[in-house]
């Protein structure tokens, strides 16, 4: 038995010196990474840049390298630094929220010539580093669509909303999604749980099977893989909105429509950046990137088979209204779930308001509080 | 009771007054051999994964390798990854000296990077030695207490100390969750909410010109000093002695509960230490991201290493390393990245089972029968 173990060793280490030779890397082609905090195939956050990094490699002269699974922790950092130095990456996309203080900007003070594009975070100017940028899609925009679709469909006038923490991202959508529904239903109503953390699918599954037990008839979410609540409604015979990407596979029948990222597009475009010799800390790659529907940035699932005319007819002109952009989902007046005024009539956020980067409230029409 | 080590001299030279000539480095190889023929066997079982996968075996070895181990370069990261786990697996080895099976390691390392975060805020105009002083200090008293709890609750009223200390894992993170989304929050934190973040020259900084920190030292002397204080001390010995029989150690006059106590308190000290350099060396302040699972895998460390001191320095550095190899695996092989977790499970479960294989060889013996 030793003998095997030493002679599986002497192989080991052959092989070891053989084979050591470095990733061959082509100068002529730009090599983007892609960093993932969950698994590619999450039907949620983490598939929406997976599909986006596929997209983008369809592009002859990019080669993606991709990590999963990486979690929030020094961890990351070592995942960019080897990107850059063994796979030579010149623009990297750690796509996780949590990535971005300390990890990112760390790398990006130490790696002051390759390019850290962040999803989601707010790049200030004079504070991070200047090749450091952001980019995000106003995906509230597809999930005020879904809402219409939604509040149609809806028999019982309950829609449910499972969401993951009461933070102004996640509020927002919220708060699209009551807004689109009550703008064709006005006495729907949507009730808001809470599951605390970012993937907790157990939390998740029970959540979407209370509601269901409620009346709920339309469930939605913004968790990051939507996986267990698109299953559970499916199974439970009621409607489902989707979020992040596509989950009609797993709710054939009740997949009525979903905001979905597209991510692909926005990918093409920083790379095209990149091969054309543009930079951040130059200021030819702007530091902040943002776009809804009409830029490509998010878009609205298919329509599933249960979805009526009369949804789709609302639907498409309410998309057809933030194509030309005279779409605003935030105007007065506008109330809050506890009878107080966000907006007075006339006044309004459009999408770029800050205010709506540091929401803290829920519109009239959500069941559920944020410090719940 | 002071006697006993002589006793033990004693009784090892059997073969000497025998006559024989003595062959001691055979127990001692089998500490070698053993552990060293358990990971060649996971390697091949490892292996064989791979083939299944339609990869070649030796060139995922040879890349592991690459990875984690294979420069300078490679064994930082691996060092990074490895210097929390030293910490964090003392929390579950210092207790098992005792005979308890402690898992609170996780809720230990948040409680301390809690009370690092509030104690180094609260001092952050002080020098950057005061601060980190103070940090440390605070992180292991916080660690520290939150274990000693577990201690105490085993001693004094019967409760048993594995379900105690894991639902104190979860009692602590709900408190850094409620903590850093109320009384601690810093307004600007909006989508992560954090606490106010510490100064960065008051952070620990990084040995020399690497990308390691100073937390690598902490891990190390924490091993040494736990290796040191229980195998070489009449403090070691007595927590063996409770270990070994309870009733023995109470009849023989020890203070059980005092000892238990102390000693769960050394464990989550370790523990919270740990949090101490997440917050003072990576984070620079309290959020979600201390919860990031050392704790857990301190558990793993701590049982392969046997709970002893020395070995935990080698076990902890052999993960870190696994962890390091995960991201090659998927970026050159393009394997799944849940990859790197097989590998780690194969690696620690056949080093668990090849524990049952001591004294079963007679070669290892002192002597030839």
């Avoid at chain 1, 905001?259 to 095209?272: G, L």
């Avoid at chain 1, 929401?359 to 719940?372: D, P, R």
């Avoid at chain 2, 350099?277 to 301190?298: D, F, K, P, Q, T």
Wanted: with cysteine; hydrophobic share 50%.
């Amino acid at each position: 038995m030793k003998k095997h173990f030493s002679s599986l060793l002497g192989a080991v280490l052959a092989t070891g010196l053989l084979t050591s030779a470095p990733v061959a890397s082509a100068a002529d082609k730009v090599t983007m990474g892609f960093i993932y905090v969950g698994p590619k195939d999450d039907y949620g956050y983490n598939q929406a840049h997976a599909e986006g990094c596929a997209g983008v490699q369809k592009l002859p002269w990019v080669k993606g390298v991709e990590e999963a699974s990486v979690p929030e922790t020094t961890a990351v950092q070592e995942t960019m630094r080897n990107m850059i130095v063994q796979d030579g990456a010149t623009v990297v996309f750690p796509t996780s929220f949590g990535y971005f203080d300390p990890h990112i900007l760390k790398l990006a003070k130490q790696n002051p010539k390759i390019q850290f594009l962040h999803c989601g975070g707010m790049y200030t100017e004079g504070k991070h580093p200047k090749n450091v940028g952001s980019y995000f899609g106003y995906i509230d925009e597809a999930v005020y669509v879904a809402g219409i679709v939604a509040g149609h469909e809806t028999k019982s006038g309950k829609l449910g909303f499972i969401a993951a923490k009461p933070i102004p991202q996640v509020l927002r959508n919220i708060n699209a999604f009551t807004l689109g529904a009550r703008s064709v239903n006005p006495k729907a109503t949507v009730q808001v749980i809470f599951t605390g953390d970012w993937s907790v699918p157990v939390k998740e599954a029970e959540a979407a099977s209370s509601l269901i037990n409620q009346g709920v008839d339309v469930l939605t979410c913004h968790v990051d893989s939507p996986k267990v609540i698109l299953e559970t409604a499916e199974r439970r015979g009621i409607f489902v909105c989707g979020y992040h990407a596509n989950g009609s596979k797993l709710a054939p029948k009740g997949y009525l429509t979903g905001a979905e990222w597209n991510w692909s597009k926005v990918y093409t475009d920083y790379a095209e950046m990149v091969k054309a010799g543009k930079t951040l800390a130059a200021g030819t790659i702007p530091h902040l990137v943002r776009g809804g529907l009409k830029e490509g940035f998010v878009k609205c699932s298919d329509y599933g088979p249960a979805v009526g005319e009369a949804a789709k007819k609302d639907a498409e002109a309410a998309k057809a209204k933030f194509m030309d952009g005279s779409m605003v989902i935030f105007k007065g007046p506008l109330k809050n779930n506890t009878g107080g005024d966000i907006l007075p009539a006339g006044q309004e956020y459009k999408q770029q308001d800050i205010e709506l980067e540091k929401m803290g409230w829920l519109v009239e029409g959500v069941l559920g509080s944020t410090k719940s | 009771m002071s006697s006993t080590p002589e006793a033990k001299v004693a009784v090892a030279t059997p073969a000497a007054a025998a006559g024989r000539p003595p062959l001691p480095w055979r127990p001692a190889l089998e500490g070698v051999v053993i552990p060293v023929g358990a990971v060649l066997v996971a390697l091949a079982l490892f292996g064989l994964f791979c083939f299944v996968q339609g990869r070649n075996a030796f060139a995922v070895f040879a890349a592991i390798n690459k990875a984690a181990f294979g420069s300078w370069y490679a064994f930082q990261n691996t060092l990074v990854r490895a210097a929390p786990l030293m910490l964090t697996a003392l929390a579950t080895a210092l207790p098992a000296r005792l005979g308890l099976v402690v898992i609170g390691n996780e809720g230990a390392l948040v409680m301390g990077g809690l009370a690092a975060t509030v104690a180094g805020l609260a001092v952050q105009t002080a020098p950057l030695l005061v601060v980190l002083g103070v940090m440390l200090a605070a992180g292991m008293i916080g660690g520290g207490l939150w274990l000693a709890i577990v201690g105490a609750l085993y001693y004094q009223r019967g409760v048993n100390e594995t379900i105690a200390s894991l639902l104190l894992n979860y009692i602590a993170i709900a408190l850094l969750n409620h903590l850093v989304n109320g009384p601690l929050r810093d307004p600007s934190s909006l989508n992560k909410p954090s606490s106010f973040p510490i100064p960065d020259e008051k952070m620990l900084p990084v040995i020399g010109s690497s990308n390691v920190h100073y937390g690598l030292f902490f891990g190390i002397a924490a091993c040494l000093l736990a290796w040191v204080l229980m195998e070489h001390t009449t403090f070691g010995f007595k927590v063996r002695m409770i270990g070994g029989n309870i009733r023995a150690a109470r009849l023989a006059g020890l203070p059980v509960a005092l000892l238990g106590i102390i000693t769960c308190f050394l464990a989550g000290a370790a523990a919270g230490a740990a949090g101490m350099v997440e917050v003072a060396a990576v984070h620079g302040r309290a959020n979600e991201s201390l919860a990031a699972g050392y704790g857990y895998a301190g558990i793993l460390v701590a049982f392969v290493a046997r709970h002893r001191g020395l070995p935990i320095i080698l076990v902890a550095t052999l993960l870190g390393g696994i962890l390091a190899s995960g991201g090659i695996l998927q970026r050159e092989f393009k394997l799944p990245d849940a990859t790197i977790l097989v590998f780690q499970g194969l690696v620690f479960l056949v080093i668990l089972f090849s524990d049952s294989l001591y004294g079963k060889f007679g070669f290892f013996k002192e002597e030839r029968r």
